[in-house]
């Protein structure tokens, strides 16, 4: 690999394979966001509760969250791209049988199904940036990827609800089969990568499912009104299981869980960095709805209100990604994070019946934030290991991302069970605010190392 490409692809290919990364990471964000609209439907049709729906949510976070990190082992060890392509075809399996679901527990095992191979999608997504784009550009490659993500989420619910308007809810999953083919065909496009020698640690696998399914589970039933004394036992459980897996892959030339990465300080801050900044992000989103709209402001405007800080972010990430070739990430990402603590408090008093002009500023500033503080530390989270570990290091960005969210939605659900969600939501993300104030500080101490 190395002698065929030393630095990246060439420009011609480069672009073949930014656009197959594209079309297959939009799919797989699409579908994290898409089933939230499509819920109502899905219950009413399959007769089910609302409560037992969101099952159709979780079954796809869960199974994305417990193997992105044996995925990205997967990757170490059989290269990047087959790993890709074997997520890509598990994901349109699961998409096939989620469209052919006429039950609720039919629709979550294929959502199951779905999450995985999604997995295997965004677990090596980012470690094939690095070989895609020249170490120089490391930064544009990520600054691109970090447009595609923001733009598919903030287009996710505008697109649903136009499939929804005019098709049935299974349309929402088969719309996935004829994009997923066309990247599957260019999926020779993107580099070939090293192979480890180290075998695969099945062991460690299910620990790690174990731990991190048992974790989420935990904060999910806590957080949403669920049995105090189980939730307790599953976090008890989480962090016992956690503990013996830590010791085990100490022990590990190269472990599931990257143990040893983490004793390099730059990777080990900026995992920091990004949990707490995504459980910043992710209470002020799930709060947000619920201030605009106990305020008067309509499903359709409160989205509307929303949508500049998914666009700002898309905007600003290439530009970001650029200045992160030549600026340090604990500088931009100090400031970025600054400004999104900032603008978070802003959002949080905002007086009752301010014009949308007044909003929109508000949402700018913390799209603006956010991506200045997303794309660099990307890059150099995922610069700071080892090329032959950069699946390893690509499997716990998207880890700590979705731990931040789980954790982010689960205290904003803690927070409204305190009283009146209109007193109570801005209070939320201001709460928010501080943990993105707490990520600033962790990011400027990345300017030390």
Same mark, same amino acid.
């Given at each position: 690999m190395d002698r065929v490409f030393p630095d990246g692809l060439p420009p011609s290919q480069r672009r073949w394979a930014i656009l197959t990364q594209a079309m297959v990471i939009?799919?797989?964000?699409?579908? %994290?966001?898409?089933?939230?609209?499509?819920?109502?439907?899905?219950?009413?049709?399959?007769?089910?509760?609302?409560?037992?729906?969101?099952?159709?949510?979780?079954?796809?976070?869960?199974?994305?969250?417990?193997?992105?990190l044996?995925?990205?082992?997967?990757g170490d060890i059989y290269g990047y791209r087959r790993v890709y392509a074997v997520g890509l075809v598990l994901f349109l399996i699961g998409s096939a049988a989620c469209g052919l679901s006429t039950s609720l527990p039919m629709l979550v095992a294929a959502r199951f199904v779905q999450g995985f191979g999604a997995a295997g999608v965004m677990s090596v997504n980012t470690a094939l940036v690095r070989f895609i784009f020249p170490r120089a550009q490391l930064g544009r490659g990520m600054g691109i990827n970090s447009m595609v993500v923001s733009v598919s989420s903030a287009a996710g619910p505008s697109i649903a609800a136009a499939i929804l308007s005019v098709a049935h809810w299974p349309v929402l999953f088969l719309v996935n089969i004829p994009i997923g083919l066309m990247?599957?065909?260019?999926?020779?496009?993107?580099?070939?990568?090293?192979?480890?020698?180290h075998r695969f640690d099945a062991v460690g696998a299910l620990m790690n499912a174990a731990t991190f399914g048992l974790f989420i589970l935990a904060v999910d039933g806590l957080g949403h009104g669920g049995s105090r004394w189980l939730g307790v036992a599953e976090l008890a459980a989480a962090i016992t299981v956690g503990w013996l897996f830590v010791r085990i892959q100490l022990r590990q030339a190269a472990p599931i869980l990257p143990v040893d990465l983490f004793r390099i300080p730059a990777f080990a801050l900026s995992v920091l960095t990004s949990v707490?900044?995504?459980?910043?992000?992710?209470?002020?989103?799930?709060?947000?709805?619920?201030?605009?709209?106990?305020?008067?402001?309509?499903?359709?405007?409160?989205?509307?209100?929303?949508?500049?800080?998914?666009?700002t972010a898309a905007v600003m990430a290439p530009l970001a990604g650029r200045l992160s070739d030549r600026v340090s990430a604990g500088r931009l990402g100090g400031l970025g994070l600054a400004l999104l603590a900032v603008g978070l408090l802003t959002v949080a008093t905002i007086p009752e019946g301010a014009p949308w002009?007044?909003?929109?500023?508000?949402?700018?500033?913390? %799209?603006?934030g956010f991506a200045l503080f997303q794309t660099p530390n990307n890059r150099l989270l995922i610069g700071a290991a080892p090329r032959e570990r950069s699946g390893a290091g690509s499997g716990m960005l998207s880890t700590a991302r979705l731990l931040g969210q789980t954790m982010g939605a689960a205290v904003v659900a803690l927070v409204f069970g305190m009283g009146g969600v209109e007193v109570t939501a801005p209070s939320a993300i201001a709460i928010g605010a501080g943990f993105a104030t707490v990520a600033c500080l962790v990011s400027l101490l990345r300017l030390r190392v």
């Open positions: 939009t799919l797989a964000v699409l579908d %994290g966001a898409i089933a939230n609209i499509a819920l109502p439907s899905i219950a009413a049709d399959l007769q089910v509760s609302p409560a037992d729906s969101i099952w159709v949510i979780n079954a796809y976070q869960l199974a994305i969250t417990v193997s992105l044996p995925v990205a082992s997967l990247a599957l065909a260019l999926n020779h496009t993107l580099p070939a990568t090293p192979r480890g020698g707490c900044s995504f459980i910043a992000a992710s209470m002020a989103m799930v709060s947000m709805p619920f201030l605009f709209e106990s305020r008067g402001v309509s499903t359709a405007d409160t989205g509307l209100l929303i949508t500049p800080w998914a666009v002009w007044n909003v929109v500023w508000r949402m700018a500033m913390c %799209g603006c």
